[in-house]
Nanobody, 123 residues
Framework: QVQLVESGGGLVQAGGSLRLSCAAS????????MGWFRQAPGKEREFVAA????????YYADSIKGRFTISRDNAKNTVYLQMNSLKPEDTAVYYC????????????????WGQGTQVTVSS
């Protein structure tokens, strides 16, 4: 089992920044690829970003490319999502997820999920 706990969400004005963190426990964190997903009210959960187990490869949704950066610190068992130039359409609950070794953008392929953290961007 891998337990994931997100933090760092909140209310921010458009154009502002937030950094989300996801702390993992339970298994060897460096064996897991990590992803961030988000779900807005009335919409399906969508892929935001993913990072390989080593941190050497990253993937981003087109909607956030150039504004968000995913990173990880395997010594701290934590993955981050730095979000800059936030827009009202970025408002959603953000979830981190873990998958054993293989990096993917598909939500259904992830093995473990956090509870989510709310991000609200006001216009």
């Amino acid at each position: 089992q891998v337990q994931l706990v997100e933090s760092g969400g909140g209310l921010v004005q458009a154009g502002g920044s937030l950094r989300l963190s996801c702390a993992a426990s339970g298994r060897t964190f460096s064996n897991y690829a990590m992803g961030w997903f988000r779900q807005a009210p009335g919409k399906e959960r969508e892929f935001v970003a993913a990072i390989s187990w080593s941190g050497g490869s990253t993937y981003y949704a087109d909607s956030i490319k150039g504004r968000f950066t995913i990173s990880r610190d395997n010594a701290k068992n934590t993955v981050y999502l730095q979000m800059n130039s936030l827009k009202p359409e970025d408002t959603a609950v953000y979830y981190c997820a873990a998958r054993h070794f293989i990096t993917t953008t598909q939500a259904g392929a992830y093995d473990y999920w956090g509870q989510g953290t709310q991000v609200t961007v006001s216009s």
